[in-house]
Each structure stands twice: as C-alpha cells, then as structure tokens.
C-alpha cells in the first residue's frame, strides 16, 4: 500500500493525535504523543528549547510506502538525522535557510528507527556568531539566506560521536531547566559536527584552479538555468546534466560567477521579471509563474529585497519610478543674500535656497519641489551639506509618491481605454 499525503496533512494528523504537554520552564514547553496510526506504530516528542531553536524525535515502524508532496516553503537551518534499527545507514541532512523548492520525499515500506530533527532560526545563529562588524563567519554564509534558495547537503554518513549525542538526548537524566540548558548544549554539538565537514571542504577547495574543461561545462550549466528558469532541475541533477560532480558545480559557479547556481538563477529570474513587469502585457501573478515562482508572497518580497521596490510600484511606474531615485539633481544652492552689519551678523543671517528636480532618462523634466530655504547662520561647509541632504531625503519621498499616482491614474486611464 502507497500513501500520499501532503505536509498540511501530516500536520493534521498530528493535531488529531493525544499527546502530553509539559512546562520546562517560563514560556517553553515539551510535547509528547503516539504517533498517528496511519503514519505507522511509534511516539514523537517535540521540545522548544529557546526562542528559535526546537527539537523533535520521532520513533517508529512504517508498514506502508509513504510519498510527502512539499510544496515551495521558507525554511530555516534545519539537521535531520536517520538512525535505522536494521539494513540503511545512518546518515544525516543540513538544510541551510532559504525557499525550499518543491519537491517529493519518499519513505520505504517497513522502515523503522529514530528520527530527529532541530531547526534553528537564523535570526537567532546571526546574533550569537556574527562579529562585531555584524557579518557572519563564513561556514554560516552559506547556510543562512532569506529570499534565496537553500543550500542542502544530503544523506551525509553518521559518526558515532553523533550517534552518541543522539542517545545522550533520548536518556536525558535531568528536568525543568536543568533538562532546557543540557539540550540546549548537544543539538549545539550537533550544529558545530554538522558545520565542520563544510568547513574542512571549503578549505580543501577554495585556491584549486579551474581548468578550462571544467569551466565550459561551468557556463553549460549557466545556459541550462536560464533555458528552465521556470523548472530548473536540482544542482545534483545539473551536474549530472553537465558531467560534474555537484560540489565541483557549486565550486564552479562560485569561481566563474561570483555566487551558487541557484542564487545566479534568483538574479535572472528577477531581472526577467523587471523586464515583462515593464512591458506590463502580463499580471503579476502570470509574470511570478513565469519566471518560476509557485508562491507569490516569495516573489513579490525577493523583487523587492532586489529593485528597492514592489513588483506593483514597477508595473505602475514603469519608468518612473526607477529613474526617480537615480536621476535626482545635484543640490543647487542660491546667491546668498546681501545682509546690513558687521561680518558676524552677515554669517548668522546665510541662508540657502534649495530645489529637487526629476528628470526621466532622456532629460525631460518629470517633477520638482519649489525651492526651500535653509538657515545657514554659523554653521560649516560639512554642517550645510548635512542639512540640505536631509532635507533631500525628506523631500523624496513626496516626489515619488506624486509620480506614483500619476503613473497609476495614467495606467487606470489606459485599462478603461481597452474597456471601451
């Protein structure tokens, strides 16, 4: 017998299922239950260990073949290990921050053993690991993405200090806070195992050149992303497509690019989503499939993080709105006045007159402030520049806001046009 089911339907099953909860200590709580029989004969156990670490195991014997459909999902740093009674080897999982792609997992008829998994949130590794300057070390770079995809590091082989750790939680001799502090330290040691292998291969790799076979197929790989943008296939299978090894692929782009496979493949499909939202022959919605995005909150918010603004306010203002920022004049300051008195009075009494204009990429002009005055009076060349600049940057705004329902009335106008 085969079951498909989906992850809100494993989560439903889970929420049908009895299970105790238990207070560890202020706000953070574990969880224990049977697991739902149509997942098979065993027990979970979930535990929050701090704001934004969770622990869970699950211990069972699935008689059937069971496929979990996934669909494109954010996803934290997360390790998974598999620890079978009988047959497989144990092997282990990291999965680094980012938009998990859509995918099928499938799990054997008759697998029985213990599951655990711990994800952390990366909000919370940046504030323990990054330095002062608030940049990540680099072995957490490249676990720790927002609007990018994951990075993902598959069924890598179990050592048996991991193993050990592993028991040590399952026989945990302590309660309370004591138990939340123990825990809290192995799934640390478990995230410190897990990061030095990438550590040590990133070392191994980083000066070994290229040579120029490797690079042909390095660009091959780039022609095929851009070709399937919409449904790119995996790196392992990419490289397979190429005839490289995937580690040897990711090491590739890096060297020829500058960054991974699929964050070049986020650049391109951005950058082909600016342009149709330019032609604006297609709604947003359509441009997101387009260009491969299932879910168009993570469309709408990677568009942003990249252009500065909403896929909307690009449709919109065509344009306008992108020459808005760029095209803003240098600052012009007026004569300055002829003032009565001594010196010190003529100081005091300084001021300046300052205008914005926008202009669009052929020089025309789109919009402008009336001038403003500005008191300069005692102040410094570095303390006038200081006020005019913030006056600019409180100005624009307004700017943009004018332009952006104009270019908004102008679209309506051009949609009621087609109506007739």
Known sequence: MT???????????????????TELAADFYEVKGKAPQLLGDGHFWEIDLCE????????????????????????????TLWIPTRRQNSHYTFFGSGIAPKEVWKSPADREGIFLSIGFEPDLLKRMYSNSSGELPPELQMLITSNDWQQCWRDRPLAPVMHAIVRQIQACPYQGLTKQIYLQGKVLELLALGIEPLRLE????????????????????????????ANPPSVVDLAQQVGLEHMKLKRGFRACFGTTPFAYLRMYRLEQARLLLQEGKLSIAAIANEVGYSHLGHFARAFQDKFGITPTECRLGKQI????????????????????????????????????VIRDEA????????????????????????????WKQQALPEIEASLLTGAQTQFTQEIKKTEI
Not at 66 to 79: F, G, K, P, S
Not at 205 to 223: C, I, K
Not at 366 to 390: K, M, R, T, Y
């Open 3 to 21: 079951m498909t089911l989906s992850q809100a339907d494993i989560w439903e099953l889970y929420e049908t299922t009895d299970f105790i909860e």
């Open 52 to 79: 934004g670490i969770w622990l869970g195991i699950s211990t069972w014997t699935n008689p059937n073949v069971c496929t979990i459909a996934c669909e494109e999902r954010q996803h934290e740093v997360e390790i």
């Open 202 to 229: 990133r070392a191994v790799v980083r000066d070994r050149p290229l040579n120029r076979n490797t690079v042909e197929r390095v660009y091959q790989a780039r022609d095929i992303l851009q070709q399937n943008c």
């Open 321 to 356: 709105i992108s020459t808005c920022k760029l095209s803003v004049d240098a600052t012009r300051l007026g004569e300055r006045p002829e003032m009565g008195g001594n010196e010190r009075q003529k100081e005091q009494s300084m001021r300046a007159r300052v205008e914005i």
């Open 363 to 390: 020089g025309n002009i789109l919009s402008h402030l009336a001038p403003h005055e500005i008191d300069l009076g005692g102040q410094s060349l570095h303390e006038i520049e200081g006020a005019v600049e913030n």
